[in-house]
């Protein structure tokens, strides 16, 4: 092998190969590898300015064809066949691995033919690339964004990255060795945390791309990681206590009545959000005149009565839209490899703005500025952000930036930067939110609050959530939220929801944003209208207000409100940490208590912050639970009992109590 030395990277030639290892911000390091004539320019998440990494990097290349690289506590060695291991502070803790004819390692299997790095042809072109590493035993793996499912710690799981309705791919790990890896490739794909390798996949990409750093914490590790793909800003705080929500208020007298009823009851609302098909089309992008006649006096009289307006924008283009025409020929939307042109199917034959292409995210933004953002909107719901695709057949779809399988995972990022960047130009970025249902790497410095999608109304979607939001904070994405109560409730009226209802309602007052939402079924409130288009002939659900579950379960979600609104000094100043050093507001237990071993094992519970330790019911019936609390002295914030940890206690938990202490 012949090496290249430069002074904060090296590079090298093996069988065709081209390897590139470069310090990329403290103690981390980024390694590419291509079978083509040169990498590409593609930064992909990596968009943040890094120091100088200089006086940290030493190079040493051997006469017997190896060499070692490194920067801070992070090192790399090249052995004989270029395979690479890796070190924090000369302890290995991942190397690539390799069963073949030649090396060092694992001779004991070398006749298998397995190579780290391993290229498939695609026609065309681009190659289905696999990147595969040696397992560790014990390790533990967090982070990766939002998956449906309870398990915090992701080893052995297998991992499809793509964006769909409530799963949400964010290709960054945090391991419980004290290191993290980001996949930086937007491609459809997989990750596999086995038990004997681990594997990342790319199904279409021209380079292998990855990035990895150490720290002596999860938080040093995240807050490395967010120094080179971005942070989050600081939350606006008048948002920070209840957003009310509901599918859907279908006109501006609904929307003003129920924020008229909470000014009436004395109850603070921050936000209001106006949802979907209060438009004509899908892809007007405005206002159904005949439903909301003047949204400039709507909005003014929200305002005015100290509430917040959030508005529902979907990429979806209706081809019997107005702007659909234009869009088309331009080639603003995403196209198909074979068969219809449509992309969406929902409630009309739709395609899909192609914000990959930077005309098409000038052309919506545009339309939003006019129509909404114009009238006083303060912020907007971008839903179906994934996007959502009548099938997700990958391989059908394609972007002005490549294929759906190469740069997919990337739309939700965009879709949030087309509004960032409007807003920023002119001059009011400070205050901007984006609501948005999907991302990915880097997606926080673009003002994105993430939740959780459609999930179902059922505990045990409940327990799924909680796990999402504190890998979705250990993926570098500090505002998440819930639809509170789930989306999906068949029977409003069912007692077992309304128990899950304010189970639901405890946890997310300790979560970055507390937002009442979802479909309360049965769909059985007729129609505005008998037209098949416009803001009156779709259903909506029944009321979702505080005051619509009874006088009982009402109080109980004022006594939380209260208590959340009691915090919003100490949430702002979270929000700050979040902007930084990255630290998320939802904290798994080793987050602040990485010298605990318990804590690495305790997966129902968790720190909001650094102060408030959270146990969530996520069962139904349940009415007590044991809560692990660490070293130190403990408050119950409900009779004010003082404990000394470490120590197991178990916790009443009626109906209108969750365990929560406060950390002495």
């Known amino acids: 092998m012949i090496f290249k030395q430069e002074k904060t990277a090296l590079t090298f030639s093996h069988q065709g190969e081209k390897i590139r290892i470069e310090a990329w911000g403290r103690d981390s390091l980024r390694v590419r590898s291509t079978k083509n004539a040169s990498f590409t320019d593609k930064d992909w998440a990596l968009t943040e300015d890094v120091r100088d990494c200089g006086s940290d990097v030493a ?53 298998l033919k397995l190579i780290a790095r391993n290229y498939k042809p695609i026609i065309g072109g681009d190659y289905t690339l696999t990147m595969r590493f040696e397992s560790n035993d014990g390790e533990k793996i967090y982070g990766m964004g939002q998956y449906q499912h309870p398990y915090l710690d992701l080893k052995g799981c297998v991992l499809e990255l793509a964006q769909r309705n409530s799963q949400i791919s964010v290709p960054f790990a945090v391991s419980s060795l004290g290191y993290g890896f980001l996949w930086n490739n937007p491609a459809v794909g997989s990750a596999s945390f086995g038990k004997n390798y681990t594997e990342w996949v790319a199904q279409a990409s021209k ?65 209001i959000v106006i949802d979907f098909f209060h438009w004509t089309r899908q892809g007007d992008w405005h206002f159904d005149p005949e439903y909301w006649p003047d949204p400039k006096a709507m909005v003014d009289e929200l305002h005015a009565m100290g509430t917040k307006v959030v508005v529902s924008v979907w990429p979806s283009v209706d081809r019997k839209s107005e702007n659909f025409e234009e869009m088309f020929e331009r080639g603003l939307l995403i196209r198909t490899e074979r068969g219809t042109i449509e992309t969406y199917d929902f409630q009309g034959d739709c395609l899909v ?19 909404y953002y114009d009238y006083g909107i303060d912020m907007f719901w971008l839903d179906n952000a994934e996007p959502d695709l009548a099938v997700y057949d990958y391989d059908n779809y394609r972007y002005y930036m490549g294929t759906a399988l190469e740069v997919g995972n990337i739309y939700p990022e965009l879709y949030a930067k087309a509004f960032s960047d409007g807003i920023t130009e002119l001059g009011r970025g400070g205050d901007m939110l984006h609501l948005v249902r999907s991302g990915w790497a880097g997606s926080q410095k673009y003002s994105t609050l993430i939740w959780s999608g459609d999930v179902p109304s059922t505990f045990e979607a409940l327990e799924d959530q909680m796990a999402a939001g504190l890998n979705m904070g250990l993926a570098g994405i500090p505002w998440w939220t819930t639809d509170i109560g789930g989306f999906m409730t068949d029977d409003v009226n069912d ?30 409130i007729p129609p505005l209208s008998d037209k098949e288009y416009g803001g009156g002939y779709l259903y909506t659900g029944h009321p979702n207000e505080l005051w619509s579950y009874g006088e009982e379960n009402m109080k109980i979600m004022l006594d939380y409100l209260n208590l959340r609104l009691s915090m919003k000094p100490y949430i702002e100043k979270l929000m700050q940490e979040a902007h930084e050093t990255g630290a998320p507001l939802m904290r798994t237990m080793f987050f ?15 720190m909001f912050g650094d ?40 916790c009443e938990a009626p109906l209108e109590k969750i365990p929560v202490f406060i950390k002495k």
């Open 592 to 606: 602040e208590f990485p010298e605990d071993e318990k804590c690495w094992t305790v997966t129902d519970q968790y």
């Open 611 to 650: 102060k408030y330790l959270v146990a969530p019911i996520l069962k139904a019936g349940m009415n007590e639970r044991e809560v692990y609390l660490p070293a130190g002295k403990w408050e119950d914030i409900h009779d004010k009992h003082v404990f000394e940890g470490p120590v197991t206690v178990k």
């Open 207 to 271: 380079q292998i791309d990855y990035w990895l750093t150490v720290a002596d914490t999860p938080h040093g590790i995240v807050e490395n990681y967010t120094a080179v793909t971005g942070r989050a800003p600081v939350m606006r705080a008048d948002v920070l206590g209840l957003w009310q929500c509901k599918l859907r208020y279908r006109t501006q007298d609904e929307v003003l009545s129920v924020a008229r009823k909470y000014k009436e009851l004395g109850i603070p609302l921050d936000v």
């Open 59 to 111: 190079i040493i290349v051997n006469d017997n064809g190896t060499a070692s690289f490194t920067n801070g506590r992070i090192r790399v060695d090249v052995n004989e066949v270029g395979i690479l291991s890796f070190y924090r502070d000369g302890k290995l803790f991942l190397r690539e691995y390799y069963r073949s004819y030649y090396g060092t390692i694992s001779k004991e299997s070398r006749c």
């Open 353 to 371: 703005v192609d914000v990959t292409n930077p005309e098409a995210r000038e052309f919506i933004w545009e339309k939003c500025r006019k129509n």
């Open 495 to 524: 007692p077992v929801f309304r128990e899950l209802l304010i189970r639901w309602y405890e946890f997310a007052v300790f979560t970055p944003v507390l937002r009442m939402h979802g479909d309360r079924g049965p769909h059985n």
